[in-house]
């Protein structure tokens, strides 16, 4: 199988760049596939050769004392990543679930809340919109920088967005609310959007997706946007999703 390893090394004796030179150097001579950001270096490859990979930077690294290696594995990236298996984009099409929310709004930009691994970004920056997706996992958004070149995107929570008021035209929920505490949620993609759009599996058991306490049934969604905004969303219902829209006055 197929990996990536995101990792950063900290040596315990402050401002000794000795132990990070070693390691980039162990890197180079690893034959392995590797970038080295600001902030961090990720390698990809084999299992076994990004372990190896890791084992000689550390050991390299450690040869001028102690310090502590961060990794993060993931396999996303592959052909495994849940977001884009063939059968979950026949059900929840991303081109025409982004029509949907756009429709009848002159919108230039989207956030995209919950992006995971961009595909709803993917959609909307084809639609030739600025496009920010936002997800607190940074192994989803590298994935996601590296599949969607055409949309930006941030580490950051949905109930506590990073952006000023009135930042984006829409501000859309892919199958994300669920995953949240929805209420303030909600509030932070109206302070930032002028319409809002959450993406939600219909009310009903299946054999896929969330079970079922974990869904929301329409009259559970419209309580949550009275709650949060004051006033209920018009939904669009289809066999496979709900769209839930909702405007500022």
Same mark, same amino acid.
């Given at each position: 199988?197929?990996?990536?390893?995101?990792?950063?090394?900290?040596?315990?004796?402050?401002?000794?760049?000795?132990?990070?030179?070693?390691?980039?150097?162990?890197?180079?001579?690893?034959?392995?596939?590797?970038?080295?950001?600001?902030?961090?270096?990720?390698?990809?490859? %084999?299992?076994?050769?990004?372990?190896?990979?890791?084992? @000689?930077?550390?050991?390299?690294?450690?040869?001028?004392?102690?310090?502590?290696?961060?990794?993060?594995?993931?396999?996303?990236?592959?052909?495994?990543?849940?977001? =884009? %298996?063939?059968?979950?984009?026949?059900?929840?099409?991303?081109?025409?679930?982004? @029509? %949907?929310?756009?429709?009848?709004?002159?919108?230039?930009?989207?956030?995209?809340?919950?992006?995971?691994?961009?595909?709803?970004?993917?959609?909307?920056?084809?639609?030739?919109?600025?496009?920010?997706?936002?997800?607190?996992?940074?192994?989803?958004?590298?994935?996601?920088?590296?599949?969607?070149?055409?949309? =930006?995107?941030?580490?950051?929570?949905?109930?506590?967005?990073?952006?000023?008021?009135?930042?984006?035209?829409?501000?859309?929920?892919?199958?994300?609310?669920?995953?949240?505490?929805?209420?303030?949620?909600? @509030?932070?993609?109206?302070?930032?959007?002028?319409?809002?759009?959450?993406?939600?599996?219909?009310? =009903?058991?299946?054999?896929?997706?969330?079970?079922?306490?974990?869904?929301?049934?329409?009259?559970?969604?419209?309580?949550?946007?009275?709650?949060?905004?004051?006033?209920?969303? =018009?939904?669009?219902?289809?066999?496979?999703?709900?769209?839930?829209?909702?405007? %500022?006055?």
């Amino acid at each position: 199988m197929a990996v990536k390893a995101l990792f950063a090394l900290y040596p315990l004796l402050q401002g000794d760049y000795r132990a990070v030179e070693k390691a980039l150097l162990a890197l180079e001579e690893s034959g392995a596939s590797y970038r080295v950001f600001p902030t961090h270096s990720e390698v990809s490859g %084999k299992e076994e050769e990004v372990f190896l990979t890791l084992q @000689r930077a550390f050991q390299k690294a450690a040869e001028e004392g102690a310090l502590v290696m961060w990794a993060l594995l993931t396999n996303a990236c592959e052909a495994g990543d849940p977001f =884009r %298996k063939e059968e979950r984009l026949r059900r929840f099409p991303p081109g025409e679930i982004a @029509r %949907k929310a756009l429709e009848g709004l002159k919108a230039k930009s989207v956030l995209d809340i919950g992006t995971g691994t961009g595909v709803f970004a993917e959609a909307f920056a084809a639609l030739g919109l600025f496009v920010v997706g936002l997800d607190p996992r940074a192994d989803r958004l590298e994935v996601a920088r590296a599949k969607v070149k055409g949309a =930006r995107f941030v580490e950051g929570r949905a109930e506590a967005l990073p952006f000023p008021d009135g930042s984006f035209d829409l501000a859309f929920f892919g199958l994300a609310l669920h995953h949240l505490d929805p209420v303030p949620a909600l @509030r932070e993609a109206s302070r930032v959007a002028r319409r809002v759009a959450v993406l939600e599996w219909p009310y =009903r058991e299946e054999e896929v997706g969330p079970p079922l306490g974990r869904r929301f049934s329409l009259e559970a969604l419209e309580g949550l946007f009275r709650e949060a905004l004051g006033s209920p969303p =018009r939904f669009l219902v289809a066999e496979g999703y709900v769209l839930a829209l909702w405007d %500022k006055g």
